[in-house]
């Protein structure tokens, strides 16, 4: 970002109070900017703890914190030996995102404390304490007793003072994070990823999950043994066993808890990103949000395959063909996948025979990319790995620098195999040092990313601004092939609450054809309506429309995608209920335009939409793509009424979504 776009509004107030030996056993409390939180934290017996409240009402009940390294316990015999406070307020800006500014407002309170022991090891314990949530990490100061470590377990515990029904998905089992998020209890939970979404009342939502993972382990969760509410981290580990390498000074991520008085409080927090690095890409004008179509729900729903043969879909004509239908709808991009050596035979098994700057005879790299150039549209290149991550780093320059020079500035990377190098883990240490790599190295190329079977986004886009969106998300493609039917109705309403927090979800809707002849068992348990509105509740800077051209031809409903941005000024939720619905409005960037999507779970019900959020005094026209009479997403999925009227802040719309429905409006000011 550039400097002088970052607006520092306020950063001053740093108030120090160093005490020495002696304050060891006092409780020390941090409370958030408006007063309503509590951060308790101290050294109880020698174990350090935090506890959070939010006025009178336990948010974590006391829970302990520390480390199991390989040489021994490191989570006991502390004494407090400085404690810190300070204050930070500043608003930046977001080179795309959800909204253009954010307001980094927190106090924080950091801990130094120090092992009773001859080696007298030390450890920093900082917490900040935002409005809407609490950020805490651990820093392990230079210091002589503790150079080279090695951590075999996180013991970050949260204690949840009621078994509230907690949405999750396994660690175990799970490929990719790509699994449905169901709700239960959390005494009956086994180890889940983070990010996971809890209700503890009516007016109490949590979301535990991590910001800033570098160099780590990516963080899951279990219950402790003999608890039934405390969860405990669960860092992946390597293959060896051992969870992070280290060496002092060192930080790790933040641990993260958002608190919300409803749902849509979740979606608006940007707690994760405050509590991640300002951006080390000073100029970030190449970085670009769009729309794009692709050669790919072809290859899902096999009418093509990636690999070379009759059915070939990277063909420089398919190809053409497809930067034709861009350029006439005003798409920025057209992803080509299957256009390289190394897709023939079991891939999955085979990703160290990709070649990233080899193509299959009947694609033409240098033809296809000037040709989409002169139409105003550029190529999105795709690397599909295999995961054989050796394979990809040692090509990484060499693919950047190749697709450069044909002007293609985005690329989609995929790591279809559930280890990678056949060993380790996607979200381990060796998972996360590589995908950072990738990162970093497509930026100074000039590249920006979007990340198929990753490790858990911790929002690193704002560091990096080119890592534009990730999968980690079952998304559209299983309403292709999986074996389960499709996506449930209800996955979209849970994973703006869930996956969603994490970061932009690739999650490519917009598929307008359900017939689903290859997996007849399978299809798209939405309305077309739902479709559409999807495009503005899933937010994901880079945005795809899944489905094949063809499918799109003489279809009205169409002009709601093409029309619709992928980067917003402002977002507001104005009704939300996990996993029933979800009402998201957002704002253009470029125009006075707002952007709705309202989707349903398999229940028909009408949402009262009250448009208050629009400029006073000002009129506008809505076009209202709504689910037609008798739309059903099983009986009657394609039945859309578009119709036009003229709104403004006062008025109040009746939606009448229908089952497994939505709606999606676009407002225009006049
Ligand atoms: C899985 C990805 O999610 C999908 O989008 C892609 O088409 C295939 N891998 C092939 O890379």
Redesign the pocket.
């Given at each position: 970002m550039k400097l002088n776009r970052i607006k520092l509004l306020f950063c001053v107030c740093f108030s120090l109070f160093l005490a020495s030996c002696g304050v060891g056993e006092r409780i020390h409390t941090v409370k958030s900017p408006d007063g309503k939180i509590d951060l308790i934290a101290g050294v109880d017996e020698g174990r350090p703890y935090y506890e959070v409240k939010r006025g009178e009402e336990a948010v974590i009940a006391k829970s302990h914190l520390g480390f199991q390294l390989k040489d021994g316990d490191f989570s006991n015999n502390f004494k407090i030996k400085a404690v810190r406070q300070a204050s930070h307020d500043e608003t930046w800006q977001q080179p795309w995102g959800e909204d253009i500014e954010v307001r980094n407002n927190y106090n924080e309170l950091t801990l130094l404390v120090e092992e009773q022991s001859d080696l007298h090891r030390e450890l920093s314990l900082v917490f900040r304490v935002f409005n809407d949530g609490v950020g805490f990490r651990y820093v392990f100061p230079k210091q002589r007793n503790l150079k080279d470590f090695v951590i075999m377990d996180e013991k970050t515990e949260f204690a949840l003072p009621w078994d509230a029904q907690v949405w999750s998905i396994p660690t175990n089992g799970t490929k990719y994070f790509e699994a449905l998020y169901k709700a239960s209890p959390v005494s009956h939970k086994d180890t889940v990823s983070t990010p996971i979404t809890m209700m503890a009342n009516d007016s109490l939502y949590l979301t535990l999950h991590e910001a800033n993972l570098t160099d780590y382990a990516g963080l899951n969760l279990a219950l402790e043994k003999g608890t039934k509410t405390t969860l405990q981290a669960a860092l992946t580990p390597w293959s060896t066993g051992e969870k992070v390498f280290a060496s002092a000074p060192f930080a790790s991520p933040w641990r993260t808890i958002i608190i919300g008085h409803k749902p849509g409080d979740l979606m608006l927090s940007r707690l994760m990103l405050n509590l991640n690095e300002p951006s080390k890409i000073k100029d970030t004008s190449w970085i670009e949000p769009g729309r794009y179509v692709g050669i790919?729900w072809g290859?899902?729903m096999e009418k093509y395959t990636?690999s070379q043969g009759p059915k070939h879909g990277a063909t420089t004509a398919n190809t053409m063909r497809y930067i034709d239908f861009a350029a006439k709808h005003g798409f920025s991009g057209v992803l080509v996948?299957g256009w390289n050596w190394g897709w023939d035979g079991d891939w999955t098994t085979h990703g160290d025979q990709f070649s990233f700057t080899r193509s299959y005879p009947d694609f033409d790299l240098k033809r296809v990319s000037e040709y989409a150039r002169s139409k105003g549209v550029r190529l999105i290149g795709h690397h599909?790995t295999g995961g054989a991550a050796l394979n990809y780093e040692a090509q990484l320059d060499s693919a950047y620098a190749l697709y450069r020079s044909v002007g293609v500035n985005v690329v989609k990377t995929?790591y279809?195999n559930p280890l990678l190098d056949n060993k380790e883990q996607h979200n381990s240490q060796y998972g996360v040092r590589h995908y950072r790599k990738v990162i970093e190295t497509a930026a100074r190329y000039g590249i920006m990313i979007d990340n198929?079977?990753p490790s858990m986004p911790t929002g690193l886009q704002r560091t990096y601004p080119n890592l534009m969106t990730q999968?980690g998300v079952r998304?559209q493609?299983y309403d292709a092939w999986s074996t389960d039917g499709g996506n449930p109705p209800d996955h979209t309403c849970i994973i703006p609450f869930t996956r969603g927090l994490a970061g932009p979800m690739d999650f490519t809707p917009g598929t307008f054809k359900f017939v689903n002849t290859v997996h007849p068992g399978t299809r798209v348990q939405t309305t077309l309506a739902k479709q559409l509105a999807l495009n503005v509740v899933l937010f994901s800077p880079l945005q795809m429309a899944s489905d094949m051209i063809e499918n799109y031809e003489n279809q009205p409903a169409f002009s709601f995608i093409t029309s619709c941005p992928t980067t917003w000024a402002k977002t507001v939720v104005p009704d939300a209920k996990i996993g029933e619905y979800v009402v998201v409005a957002r704002k253009d960037r470029r125009s006075d335009n707002w952007f709705i999507g309202c989707i349903t779970n398999e229940k028909e019900r009408t949402i009262t939409l009250s448009l208050g959020f629009l400029d006073d005094d000002a009129s506008y026209k809505a076009t209202l793509y709504c689910d037609g009479e008798g739309a059903d997403y099983l009986s009657n999925p394609y039945a859309v009424n578009i119709s036009e009227r003229e709104v403004n802040a006062k008025t109040v719309l009746q939606l009448k979504l229908k089952r497994g429905g939505g709606a999606a409006i676009r407002i225009e000011k006049i």
């Open positions: 790919w290859m899902h990636w996948e599909e995929g279809v198929h079977e999968e998304g493609e």
